[in-house]
């Protein structure tokens, strides 16, 4: 009787770990705002002198986030350290843009095939590196990165364009839409995308299968025994992460008209490192976050040529060695502090080396 | 003997002397310190472009820039273990932060590189210059030099492991750090050793490398990822799979790429590594324990 009461009640709901009800740490009204302003965001930054260059940043803040997030979905929660995400969002470019390029396909139509084919790739992938370990995975996914690399400059004419990539796809039409228009239109697609792929590896990161990764990358030898099927796992994980990252791809081929054999180049996989590192490695919003910060300083700092790359490559040294959290944490308190819908409980002190000493767990 | 067949077999052992020597740094730092050393291939680029600088611009003969370059790339490696490496052992995150922390610090010298000096190719002067000819195969004597001193490292590296006090204690340290610690020898100081040694062999590497690849700011990119392959082709932290290895893999790509092309020869590396892998998961000479990564 009184137990119904209570549940009825309302107000004196249990408070519950994040992992086990992490709807209950978002709040609606921070969503609404969020994806409200997102809309209307275009409408008013296109009356302003620099309005179009500012929603072209933001598209490719939408698609480098995509990317950073899917990257640290396997790399931060998965612990894989597979270096052959820029492989897969090539794969899912150069899918639609020969679909499209070739065969004359419509745009919106070849992109669907983008993250498919990027899943079939990640399998192929996965299915020699993922029984390894650490060092071993960097390697191998290094080396299908190369091969790929390798691919679309020698592979045939279709592929490589005579070594330079693809370098005339058409790219989206909306309509007759043009200039201003078209840019907006653009940004409400890449934002789609966006907001897609953050609900949905937010959705896996709370499921019982992103706990499951979680458990494999803290303490191997407990989650196996706790009958965690570790090899299935990890190959899910990554098909969902190669699947966005392909999306992303696909759009991007088709948003820059082309799909170059530059993207291979050793600094893209340390932009997307980098935005994980800032951002905070292992965390939710760390991509996002990190996402913002490199494509926003690199405007500014894109004057100083080279001297960008040395900061960049020292930051991200200093932090991962002085600040392996990243910089998400203190935007997450102040979340917690003044958005949550409810105070978060003192987290419980688990070395991450021993989860199954503390007597919390069992 | 025909022509290809020479070229084949000469380049393979050239080669593979090569991989073995940026191997053999790589492989120790990782059997001692477990650190993954992605910046290896800078470290081989900082000993180049000191040797570079002693050539060039104090124009003094490459065999004083040898030796500079090579103690200029171990106090870098030391520099970098000092800053970086040390403050996160032991620590939880050890592995993602010093991997993330190595990346970091090889593009961050390459941006260095293309600051001090700029983004062009450079030449460093053969160590010995001069070449014969064997069945119309060019061999060039600095190539002998590359070889000879590949295989008396190896030699050098061994003895020292086996025979020295600080050989005995890195090898204590990479088989039990606890115990080795329990037996006072000084971990941290020995992982710094190391380290210093693995990059005086890289910059060996690069100062002698130079001449056949030349020099710019990325070139230590792509020995590095051979090495990384020969060093888990061979088994990670082994020294003689090291050597076995480079020799295997240099003879393989050679031969690939005399009678197929020289497109084949990387792909036929990987393709023949991931079958190791399938095959063998720890190498030719790996010990079983891998678990801690």
Known sequence: ?362 | MSTQLVQAVWGGILFGSVYGLMALGLTLVWGAVRLLNLAHGAIFVVGSYIAYFVVSRLNLPILVALPIGVLGAAAFAYLMHLIFIRPVIGKPGFDNSTLIATVGISIAVSAAAILIFNPEYKVIPPVIGGNFTVSNVQITKQGLLVIASSLALFGLVYLFLTYTRLGMAIRAVSQQQEAASLMSIPVVRTYGMVIAISGALAGLAGVLLSPFFFLNPNSGFNPMIQALIVTIFGGLGSVRGALVAGFVLGIFESFVEVYYGVAWAQPGVFLLIILMLILRPNGLFGIGEVRRL
Not at chain 1, 44 to 72: C, D
Not at chain 1, 223 to 236: H, K, L, M, P
Not at chain 1, 265 to 284: C, E, K, Q, S
Not at chain 1, 296 to 315: E, H, K, M, S
């Open chain 1, 1 to 362: 009787m009184s137990a119904q009461v209570a549940a009825t009640a309302g107000a004196t709901r249990p408070p519950l770990d994040v992992a086990a009800a992490p709807w209950r740490r978002v709040s609606p009204y921070t969503v609404g705002g969020t994806a409200l302003l997102a809309l209307v965001l275009p409408l008013l930054l296109v009356r302003l002198n620099i309005g179009t260059y500012l929603i072209t940043l933001l598209i490719l803040f939408f698609v480098q986030a995509v990317v950073a997030q899917s990257w640290n979905l396997i790399m931060g929660y998965g612990g894989i350290y597979s270096f052959a995400q820029v492989a897969l969002f090539a794969v899912g470019g150069w899918t639609s843009g020969v679909l499209v390029h070739s065969l004359g396909w419509n745009p919106f139509f070849a992109i669907l095939f983008s993250p498919l084919v990027a899943v079939v790739a990640a399998l192929g992938i996965g299915l020699p590196t993922l029984r390894l370990r650490g060092v071993y995975v960097v390697l191998l996914t290094l080396a299908f990165h190369e091969l790929a690399r390798v691919f679309t400059v020698t592979g045939p004419r279709f592929i490589s364009g005579g070594g330079y990539g693809l370098v005339t796809v058409q790219t989206f039409q909306f309509g007759d839409a043009i200039g201003d228009q078209r840019t907006i239109y653009l940004y409400y697609v890449a934002a789609l995308m966006f907001a897609i792929a953050t609900f949905v590896i937010w959705r896996v990161i709370h499921s019982p299968l992103g706990v499951a990764m979680t458990a494999l990358r803290d303490s191997e030898t407990y989650a196996v025994s706790r009958g965690i099927n570790q090899f299935r796992v990890r190959i899910v994980v990554f098909a969902i992460s190669a699947f966005f990252t392909g999306l992303a791809g696909g759009y991007s081929t088709h948003y820059n008209g082309g799909i170059s054999t530059t993207i291979f180049d050793f600094p893209r996989i340390i932009d997307l490192l980098a935005m994980i590192v800032i951002g905070g490695w292992g965390t939710f919003g760390g991509p996002i976050l990190g996402a913002g910060i490199v494509i926003g300083l690199d405007q500014y700092l894109v004057a100083l040529g080279d001297y960008q790359t040395l900061i960049l490559g020292l930051a991200l040294a200093g932090i991962a060695v002085f600040a392996p959290q990243g910089l998400w944490p203190l935007i997450r308190r102040l979340y917690e502090n003044y958005l949550a819908p409810e105070p978060l409980k003192p987290a419980v002190e688990v070395s991450p080396a021993a989860p199954h000493d503390t007597t919390e767990e069992l």
